[in-house]
């Protein structure tokens, strides 16, 4: 297992490294277009005095006399502080200051990671009184913006430091632990990514690499510290604290995030009261923003601009009047608009799980999620999910039920959940549940999964099991069926099943065992 763990974080460090300097963020070109534009290099004292690097963008012709609405960027994990020059000259030139910094602990900065943690939360207020001092920016209208860990200390300083009166968190989290160890279940490849991530352009610090050994090495005693870590660095837990600021918070993130999967980002959404917006469209981690970053037009860039203009600028852009939750399928190219997260999915389908079924673990079954950034990206591109033949799946290994066939196209919206009755020989163990659509040959393409873990439990003794899938927006063609399969293996997530390990699924009288499947309303 050490060594499977070894070479997931090696592959996805290399992968992760070659996709940027293949786009050239880890490149110099950037930084020459960045002097051209006349891109201010500055140093900036961060929380007890840790030196942040950043850049500064002006208004073409700012002399002092006029104050710009401000927006804050700081950099995503492991990139460079000219992430987001492109965007940052885009902003200036529609009348903002605009300040970006590399977060402590990577690159040039200083300090050591703190993954979110109160130091990031004081360096961002740093930077912005700094940014007043120093720039011709306006204390009654800041901004913040951020892809993936920019996004997440953009919505934490939000909560601690009132004066941040809009923000746009891309790609990011709400809530650390239900997004890398949701289902109490280890999802290793986007962990290992991070890890590796972090170690090739950081320095992580000892609680950090603590935080990592006990997570792979499943560190059951350990739990309760690594979820109190975790809760410290979700915005999720100062929801309370943001209502009562009161921020303009628009949220986008992709179906496919491997990283932060959409249902904490919606979950989150919910819960908040105050001026709001929440966007999902195909891909994985960051890469529906990733185009905006080299300058190219972007649908999420666009509207992290218009949301700024209404809220800091006080422009009428209509933006407040559309409908606050915007999806794009991933099986077409349009935007739907729903009132609220309630609204989407409102119809619910359910897939009976008859009979009893008994799996063996430790295999992997043939279907699983695919591979981190991978497998989502070639869905984003080309529409080519994970797929699986569901003739050819062991039944020894996985358990499948099956749909009738629909006489009609099945406008999947929202998050599909998994009710069923388990009963292990072991007292551990982990199972994975997939949702298919499958085509007239049995070929099927994934819609959606999810993981789930269990620990202490009585062998023999059967319990309710209650998942949620991820959420996505899928369409299923008329005469397609869907289908569910459960095993116990798949490379995405670290299993806990005992060698040798057995599970039973039943659907008892009176408590019956099913898929519930939203459905969008026609």
């Known amino acids: 297992m050490g060594n499977h763990r070894k070479a997931l974080r090696t592959t996805a460090v290399g992968a992760l490294s070659a996709t940027l300097v293949a786009g050239g963020v880890l490149g110099t070109a950037p930084a020459t ?25 002006t208004p073409a012709g700012a002399d002092g006399t006029h104050r710009y609405p401000l927006i804050v960027l700081p950099t995503s994990w492991g990139l460079p502080q000219i992430e987001y020059l492109a965007q940052a000259q885009k902003l200036a030139d529609s009348g903002y200051v605009v300040v970006t910094y590399n977060v402590r602990g990577f690159w040039q900065s200083g300090g050591e990671i703190e993954v979110a943690g109160p130091p990031d939360v004081a360096d961002a ?3 912005i009184d700094w940014a007043l001092a120093h720039t011709p920016s306006d204390a009654r209208h800041i901004g913040m913006a951020g892809v993936s860990y920019g996004a997440g200390i953009s919505l934490i300083t939000a909560a601690h430091d009132r ?53 792979f090495a499943s560190n059951l005693a350990k739990e309760p510290d690594m979820l109190a870590w975790g809760r410290k660095r979700s915005a999720d837990t100062y929801v309370g604290q943001l209502n009562k600021n009161g921020p303009a918070l628009m949220l986008a993130n992709a179906w496919g995030d491997t990283v932060f999967p959409p249902n904490q980002y919606a979950d989150f959404y919910q819960k908040l009261t105050v001026p709001k917006r929440l966007e999902l469209r195909p891909g994985d ?80 079954s043939g279907a699983d999620g695919g591979v981190v950034f991978l497998s989502s990206v070639l869905d984003q591109l080309v529409r080519v999910p994970p797929i699986a033949s569901m003739p050819l799946l062991p039944r020894r290994y996985a358990a499948v039920w099956q749909s009738q ?52 439990l ?55 065992s099913y898929l519930s499947v939203p459905l969008r309303e026609n």
């Not at 277009?33 to 963008?57: C, E, H, M, P, Y």
């Not at 203009?309 to 739907?336: A, F, M």
């Not at 007239?440 to 819609?447: A, E, I, N, S, W």
Request: aromatic content about 8%.
């Open 405 to 456: 066939r629909y006489a009609e196209a099945q406008h999947i919206r929202g998050t599909a959940k998994l009710h069923t009755t388990l009963t292990p020989t072991e007292e551990s163990g982990t199972l994975v549940a997939y949702l298919y659509d499958v085509g007239p040959l049995g070929l099927g393409k994934l819609v959606s999964n999810a993981p789930y873990t269990w620990h202490g």
């Open 33 to 57: 277009q960045a002097a051209s534009n006349g891109i201010r290099f500055v140093d900036i004292a961060g929380d007890g005095g840790t030196v942040l690097k950043g850049n500064v963008v």
């Open 163 to 215: 004066r941040v009166k809009a923000v746009a968190a891309l790609s990011g989290w709400a809530d650390l632990i239900d997004s890398i160890y949701s289902g109490r279940t280890q999802h290793v490849q986007a962990a290992a990514l991070l890890n590796g991530a972090g170690a090739l352009t950081g320095r992580p610090g000892p609680e950090l690499k603590q935080v990592f050994k006990d997570f």
């Open 458 to 512: 009585t062998p023999g003794k059967p319990f309710g099991v209650d998942l949620e899938l991820f959420s996505t927006a899928y369409d299923v063609p008329a005469g397609h069926r869907l289908a569910v399969v459960v095993d116990t293996v798949d490379p995405l997530y670290i299993e806990h099943n005992p060698s040798g390990a057995q599970l039973t699924f039943s659907s008892p009288a009176g408590d019956p």
């Open 285 to 364: 981690h960051a890469t529906a923003e990733m185009s905006g970053l080299f300058g190219l037009p972007n649908d999420v860039w666009t509207d992290t601009g218009r949301w700024f203009d209404h809220y800091l600028k006080g422009e009428d852009n209509g933006i407040d009047r559309e409908q606050p939750v915007q999806l794009k399928s991933r099986s077409t190219g349009g935007y739907e608009g729903y009132p609220d997260w309630k609204s989407v999915g409102r119809t619910q389908k359910k897939i009976d799980l008859a009979g009893t079924t008994t799996i063996h673990a430790n295999v992997d």
């Open 125 to 127: 207020s740093r930077v």
